[in-house]
């Protein structure tokens, strides 16, 4: 679907720019950048770690900007989906927890990162419930909660391929837990 699309996007403009005269101001550029080969993996890859480095350093903003870009300008790359992720993390430390939360949803139910994805969900929920609702404040504790049983479990059948997922999994725990005690349970 997505790459037909964008191999379709990339022959009209390889034949809009045979006639550069019919094109309108600045459409040529944004032509060129569509029939630009994709750089090499090892360059997307430098520049996710890059943005990695800067969110570990706590330069959330910059580290988003970074992650933007490139699920933006490489939509095709296999770095997405973590991308995405990481975009979700920055948000959430950079106090967006609606926006973390959308970027997240969707990530729920990835093979590879779907503990990490309702984690982080589950924390944004606990942030974006709103404390001076009672009712709804209870809801959303016990809709986090749920998140992170999910993550734990996730977590646990990942343990068998990735060891990281075995001490994700400890950390997704101890924060259900946090999540209980909010929630007085």
Known sequence: GDVYKRQERKRAAAEALKNPAAL?????????ALVRPEP????????????????????YGEALGGFSALVEQHPAS???????LRQGFCQLQLGNAA???????PLCTHPQL?????????????????????????EALAAAANSLRQA?????????ADPAAAARRADILLEL?????????
């Open 114 to 138: 779907s503990d990490q994805a309702l984690w982080w969900f589950g924390r944004a929920q606990v942030r974006g419930a709103d404390a001076a609702n009672p009712q709804a404040y209870a």
């Open 24 to 32: 309108a101001p600045g459409q040529k550029e944004s032509l060129e």
């Open 152 to 160: 734990a479990d996730r977590a646990a059948q990942a343990a068998k």
């Open 78 to 84: 296999p770095l997405v989906p973590e991308a995405r």
């Open 99 to 105: 926006e973390a939360m959308k970027l997240l949803q």
């Open 177 to 185: 837990g946090d999540t209980m005690q909010l929630a007085r349970k």
């Open 40 to 59: 090499p993996d090892y360059v997307l890859r430098a520049y996710f770690h890059f943005a990695l480095a800067l969110a570990e350093d706590g330069r």
